[in-house]
């Protein structure tokens, strides 16, 4: 565990990504071979289940540190990583050992059903034996939750650069199914376990961000337009009489919509469709909130299926009787697709994503105005001749995002951030106003520069009214323009409704908290957006 | 019941009996100096009584034409019957706890302390009295440094990696205190070039007897080739700077406490980060009050809430008290 261990310190020291790509290559050439497919398996977010619950820790390493609660739970806020906080209030460790990741993994699952008290013996004397960083790293592969600024992309190039393969092999090969327990490095990364396994997708080709005018794209006729959905981005694969049905974070979620799964029967074999999934009635995209009824449920009710009826928005074909279809262009894969989407039998459910005509680039971003009348988010622009590539590829596929939603509001809380942030008040909650009363609508953490941030904190700890734990009630002073994707209607929320992605946009030095909105105004966005999806394209 | 010797007021800890004040944050008559970061002295006082150490830090920071009283370590005088004397905080070099003694209450106001030897500044001295005033930067259990050998040779370690990599290795560390630290620690590896306010204070600490490891001071003229294979010490603000980032290869490491945690460590976006630290850690924190046998403690600056909490839940009455220290922290290296 100690060059794991190492491995994870350079990867927290670096913010170069060639860095960490160099310190992960050098980590699969020297690390036991046996460790390798944990590591990938972690990495990938492969997380076994767990076999000691957070309280349990907590408990445990509160006993063996000899403080009380309450100073276990202040230094968690600071420190704002569980594992961390174990691993730096313990005691030094008594006698050290060194075993393999492998065997601390193989040891910890064992636990599995047994009783607390093996339990407890077994993680005291491991705590007691690791130094403070390989604790955290036991600690973390209790957890299973690592995040350590690793994508899997990341991964994927350190693998084919220490291995010599193709970028997209690995990508198949670890996004396949797979336990590390049960198969060796070699195999792997070799890819041996991918052919017999019907299930595997394509990775994803991902669009960044247009921050330039249109314009610079070129000529019109050159690129397709299509709405950007706002749902969640899915992968079909039909193979070999078998559906299933992939999200974007690498999740299999066939189960969770069945509206789909008659596409087993409807789709050939060896055919890949890319596209969104929506919740879609009487043809119309529904708001994101709706959708988000459907999402992570193990059990769906009649109600839901009937207020959140799930669709495909389809745009894109990777494999076809069998064959990969990424190296032909967007324009053959489109009319390819059409084909496919209207030999279906069930109409409706699977819907070919519109193209969007136009001739020139003012004409477009016009029917861009109109994205969120459709309840899309903007526009997507795809180069008609480009090929479909493994994640993101600066320049084929951009996506041309409409601005967010905007309200002003005050800060009337704040609490010390977590992870890099934990030292500073950076995480805020914000209201808006309610008559004479101020109404909690958002927390936000992102959206200000590191002096801004600093600025923020030295006025929360002079202006601090209250506090609660590590929350400080603020004195309602400082407005902030939120930035949001979406509303909807909560019960749990005291304003009645959530707002969705919400960031703060800037910081509104030039206004007093007597100018914020109130929450009149976010009501009646809200039953904008609702009508919206009952009325489709209906302007207001 | 004995009276309060001293007083927490909105100029800074006041000394009633002595009419003086220690470290205040607004000018007044008499300031009793207990070490020479900027956020323990300001400029405008009268005058200042300090460490013979902290003299030459001063005239350097605050202007040549003060009125400065000295004291070395242990010697008392008498301030409107009060008797006062410095005794070794172990912070930075020259660094003072003050003890004030009358009519037999004793009380030490510590200013900002360490326990472990630094290897170069006077090595702090427990001092029993009535009445402790103390610190708390580092008072959460999450807060144990590794002895500082083992820090140093992570340091060299560093620096010797990079070094085959042909990067220049920068450490960031704050100038009066963890840089000459650093120069002590890093003795003999290399050549040590030091950014100027680095440099200034060392020729302060030179002049006043202090043995110090030769270092080069950078000028514009220095060859960015010939720090490739040495150390670079800078003060924390210029890590980002345009001037770092212009060196070849250029990777920081940042000297601090802080970065004990993780979140300290990528806050900061540094390449490398050393928990080595001039304030005490929490065993310091609880050795160093035990050692006291105070009856009382007031915990002023750091995580003062917490730290004063447990004290009084292990039986040692303790208050938080609001004061400036520990906020200017950051700034300290605007010179």
Redesign the interface.
Known sequence: MKRFSQLIQQL????KTNDKIAALVSYFNEADDVDKPYVIAMFTGKRPKRPVSTALLKEWAIEK?G??D??FS??YH????LS??IS??LP?PKHLVNRKLQEWISDLASLQGKEDVFKKTFILSAWDSLETQERFIFNKLISGNFRIGVSSKMLVNALAKQSDTENSKIMHSIMGKWEPSQITYQDLIGGAHVNTDNSWPYPFCLAYALEVEPESLGAPKEWQAEWKWDGIRGQIVKRNGELFIWSRGEELVTEQFPELHFLKKELEDGTVLDGEILSIKEGKVQAFSILQQRLNRKIINKAQLNEAPIGFFTYDLLEYKGEDKRSDVLSVRRKQLEKIVDNLQTKNVVILSPIVKFDNWLQLAKAREDSRDLNSEGLMLKKADSLYHSGRKRGDWWKWKIDPYTVDTVMIYAQK????????FTDYTFAVREGDQLITIAKAYSGLTDKEI?EVD?FV?KNAIE?FGPVRTVKPELVFEIAFEGIAESKRHKAGLALRFPRIARWRRDKTADEINTLDDLKQLLLLTLNTSIHGTQQE | MHMALIQFTSKGIYCTQGDFYIDPWKPVKLAVTTHGHADHVKWGNQAYLCHELTKSILLQRLGADLQIQTLPYRQQIDINGVKLSFFPAGHVIGSAQVRLEYKGEICVVSGDYKVEYDGISTPFEPVKCHTFVSESTFG?????WQPQQIIFDQIKDWISANRDENKTSVLAAYSLGKAQRLIKGLEGYGEIYVHQSIANLNEGFIHAGINLPDTIRITPETKKEDLQRGVVIVPPALTESRWTKSLLHAVTGICSG?M????????R?????FALSDHADWPGLLSAIKATTAERVFVTHG?S??FS??LN?IGISAEEVKTQYG?EE?KEEVL
């Open positions: 927290e020291t670096s913010n540190s403080i009380p309450w100073l202040e230094s600071n420190v704002g990583d961390e906080t730096l209030i030094p951030g977590s992870g890099r942030r934990a030292n500073f600093k030295a700890k506090k | 959460l259990p999450i807060y144990k802080w004990q945690v993780r979140a300290g460590r990528r806050w976006s540094a390449d490398a980060g995580y809430a917490v909490r447990y839940e906020q950051e």
